[in-house]
């Protein structure tokens, strides 16, 4: 009776994830219907506020959700995340997905410090690193397998410049104790910042300009 008690439970979680993951992935389809959208991308533009030289990177970071990682629901989001993944096929669209779930886990991140959650926020801050990280290196393998990701590239970059930004604002409400971690899960970004600059300057593509430093 216990065995099937547990059976039960596991089933109704798989089936709520999978639910949640078909209404992802039918609004992921009709709001961002291919790696394509890429194309569109824009030349980042760069705001300096004369008074308070603010770095503003003209990347629009999506919305968390209103399902963060200190939710009782959040292990339901993150499996249908990695069913997310499995299910896809497409190598350059993993490699979106990736962005997507980098992104909205630094938004979470930013969150979860704000309400004074700092090691759970410093927990999902590092994943959204390693996801950006992720994303990179699918694009790496696809770029070797000869296909054209230089809007993806470009993409990346771009993201990853405004990850640095979100972090700096970041680093005005993190407790002290916990901000030598926070600059060095900044590595991420810059990392795969300089990665996606040498790819696209080694294709004769300008990468977008990095405001923060020169290295």
């Not at 994943?127 to 000869?146: D, P």
């Amino acid at each position: 009776m216990r065995m099937m008690k547990k059976i039960a439970v596991v089933l109704s979680t798989v089936t709520l994830a999978f639910i949640i993951l078909s209404i992802s992935v039918l609004r992921s389809s009709i709001i961002r219907p291919s790696i394509d959208v890429y194309s569109a991308t824009p030349k980042p533009e760069l705001k300096a506020d004369t008074q308070e030289k603010k770095i503003e990177i003209m990347y629009v970071m999506p919305f968390p959700g209103r399902i963060l990682p200190d939710s009782p629901f959040w292990p339901i989001k993150a499996l249908r995340d990695k069913l997310w993944m499995g299910v896809t096929t497409n190598p350059m669209r993993k490699a979106e997905l990736s962005l997507l779930f980098a992104d909205k886990r630094l938004m979470a991140s930013y969150e979860l410090f704000r309400i004074n959650k700092p090691l759970l926020a410093l927990s999902t801050l590092t994943k959204a690193g390693k996801y950006l990280e992720e994303g990179g290196v699918i694009e790496k393998n696809e770029r070797q397998r000869g296909l054209d990701t230089k809007s993806f590239l470009f993409t990346l970059a771009t993201a990853s410049l405004k990850h640095r930004e979100v972090i700096e604002e970041m680093l005005n409400i993190v407790p002290d104790d916990v901000k030598p971690e926070v600059i060095k899960a900044e590595d991420y970004s810059r990392n795969v910042y300089k990665q996606c600059r040498d790819a696209l300057q080694s294709q004769g593509v300008s990468a977008p300009e990095n405001p923060f430093d020169t290295n």
